[in-house]
Nanobody, 119 residues
Framework: QVQLVESGGGLVQPGGSLRLSCATSGFTFSSYVMKWYRQAPGKERELVAS????????KYADSVKGRFTISRDNAWNTVYLQMNSLKPEDTAVYYC????????????WGQGTQVTVSS
């Protein structure tokens, strides 16, 4: 059974930091590109960051470049999103996504974790 379980969300003040984790099981983690998406109320889901299956390449949305860092630990089947210098506009539900590096029909999602940036 495939599982992606996000954790680490919460309430943080502007300028603060959070580290999201996505623990996975039920599939060959090292064969999957991992992505973090977010969705704010009333807005479409947005790709925030992605990392290749071996972790050699990362990409970021312009809105988070220089503030967020995606990483993965293939030994622990976990992907992370370090978020620094958080802004109120980063408030959203953050979702973990796994897509097979060759067979894109294998596409799995977590349940999401809420991040709220507010004073």
């Amino acid at each position: 059974q495939v599982q992606l379980v996000e954790s680490g969300g919460g309430l943080v003040q502007p300028g603060g930091s959070l580290r999201l984790s996505c623990a996975t099981s039920g599939f060959t983690f090292s064969s999957y590109v991992m992505k973090w998406y977010r969705q704010a109320p009333g807005k479409e889901r947005e790709l925030v960051a992605s990392i290749t299956s071996a972790g050699g390449s990362t990409k970021y949305a312009d809105s988070v470049k220089g503030r967020f860092t995606i990483s993965r630990d293939n030994a622990w089947n976990t992907v992370y999103l370090q978020m620094n210098s958080l802004k109120p506009e980063d408030t959203a539900v953050y979702y973990c996504n796994a897509v097979h590096r060759v067979r894109a029909q294998y596409d799995y999602w977590g349940q999401g974790t809420q991040v709220t940036v507010s004073s």
